[in-house]
């Protein structure tokens, strides 16, 4: 049994320790995890956080919303599901915990008026592609990683 909870701070030292984890399984070294930890706090992001029986984080996906307009007059504008960082356990991967947090985001962003989600990824483009999203070729990442989308409606 799991319990899926909407967070909008990074208090929580079980999520902590899941933060830790996964930015070591990407190999990212940061030397100020309070400062992390603050800004993500601090933010107007927002996160889904899974849990298990016991408590312990089994999963998060961490998001934003986004207003986007074209450049010039704007004449253009979207409103976007925004996911930032997402992670599963790796005992875990596999059984459907991942589609179930991703999901759980898209309804959320559905429901504040969101057409689109949106993300990056360099490690399960796969995953994104069976979960609907689409490779854009014409959108580009500061992080350069490749851009997915999906329609929400």
């Known amino acids: 049994m799991y319990t899926d909870t909407l967070m909008t701070d990074m208090t929580d030292a079980a ?4 933060f830790r984890a996964y930015y070591g399984e ?33 999963g998060f996906l961490l998001f934003a919303m ?12 979207a409103r976007l599901g925004c996911v930032e960082e997402f992670w599963v356990a790796p005992e875990l991967r596999g059984q459907g915990h991942g589609t179930a947090l991703l999901r759980l985001a898209e309804k959320h962003f559905a429901q504040l008026g969101c057409g689109y989600a949106i ?17 854009q070729k014409g959108i580009s990442a500061k992080n350069q990683a490749d851009v997915y989308l999906k329609p929400l409606t």
Do not use: K, M
């Open 119 to 135: 993300l990056t990824t360099d490690t399960a483009p796969g995953f994104y592609e069976r979960q609907g999203y689409r490779l």
């Open 26 to 58: 990407l190999g990212v070294q940061v030397t100020n995890w309070e400062g992390l930890f603050a800004e993500i706090s601090t933010s107007p992001d927002c996160l889904f956080v899974r849990r298990d029986t016991e408590g312990t984080v089994t």
């Open 66 to 77: 986004l207003e986007a307009a074209t450049a010039g007059r704007g004449f253009y504008t």
């Open 15 to 18: 999520l902590q320790r899941a």
